[in-house]
């Protein structure tokens, strides 16, 4: 399987399975279009999901770094090398706190006529920290890891000081999911398996978590991981200042990132 089936494949099954979780849930699919660019958003409201965002993003002479520490391999610098890439995202925030939120982001990029490079970061960021839920994720991912020969703990490594900030407790990362910098193609297969099999266990935990008793003490709980997860994005994410760089409208970020609810 190439990229691009890939790509389409997991947009169509989150768009149905986050709607069938939900049961009352509504999307609504947007077209974006700028000058670098196009975003596709589907975005998912009610029900058990307060939001999900799903894009896929094509972008073309964008300037890029790959030093480590960009969400999406990407930083806006100037006169450099330019890029042609793709971005494929999704965001899920559950209105239920004991369900986590679901971080979804991958992109793969060329410069010039070269071969694409493949960046991912998958983890789960909960309000509400349900061990038994994050120890069975972290399974899963370790038994791909076995499958292709890798070493478990490399494959997640610096999930926990991307998303982290020196004022916070704790940061939002679990590290039970990827963190997969500049795969080469021969590695695409590594790549999808491990997209696949995050958002598989995904689900498993929202279908098990979403009908779950909570009350205000756990709402706020997820409010306030709400509320870090705009403040990473904010005053951090390099990925954002990439976007506003280069003239993605501000439509475009809010819908494919922002949280639904927030406190500070």
Same mark, same amino acid.
């Given at each position: 399987m190439n990229v691009l089936e890939f790509v389409k494949e997991m947009k169509e099954k989150a768009t149905k399975e986050l709607l069938a979780i939900s049961k009352t849930g509504k999307s609504i699919e947007k077209t974006y279009k700028f000058k670098i660019g196009q975003a596709d958003i589907v975005t998912i409201r009610g029900g058990a999901i307060e939001?999900?965002?799903?894009?896929? =993003?094509?972008?073309?002479?964008?300037?890029?770094?790959?030093?480590?520490?960009?969400? =999406?391999?990407?930083?806006?610098?100037?006169?450099?090398?330019?890029?042609d890439g793709m971005v494929y995202q999704m965001e899920v925030f559950p209105e239920n706190p004991y369900c986590p939120m679901g971080h979804f982001n991958t992109e793969w990029s060329r410069k010039g006529s070269g071969s694409y490079q493949y960046t991912m970061n998958l983890d789960l960021f909960p309000a509400v920290r349900v061990e038994e839920d994050l120890e069975g994720m972290k399974r899963l991912m370790d038994g791909v890891a076995d499958r292709f020969g890798r070493n478990r703990e490399k494959l997640r490594e610096g999930l926990d000081v991307h998303y982290n900030m020196k004022h916070w407790a704790f940061p939002l990362a679990t590290k039970v999911g990827y963190k997969l910098i500049a795969l080469e193609e021969r590695h695409v297969d590594l790549f999808i398996e491990a997209y696949r099999t995050f958002f598989s266990g995904y689900l498993e935990i929202l279908k098990k978590r979403k009908d779950t008793p909570f009350g205000e003490t756990e709402s706020g709980l997820k409010l306030e991981r709400n509320g870090k997860w705009l403040e990473y994005l904010t005053l951090k994410d390099d990925a954002i200042k990439a976007a506003q760089a280069t003239g993605i409208p501000p439509e475009v970020i809010i819908g494919l990132s922002y949280p639904p609810s927030a406190v500070f």
């Open positions: 939001k999900a965002a799903i894009t896929h =993003m094509v972008f073309r002479g964008l300037s890029i770094d790959r030093a480590p520490g960009a969400d =999406m391999g990407v930083k806006y610098s100037g006169e450099e090398e330019r890029a």
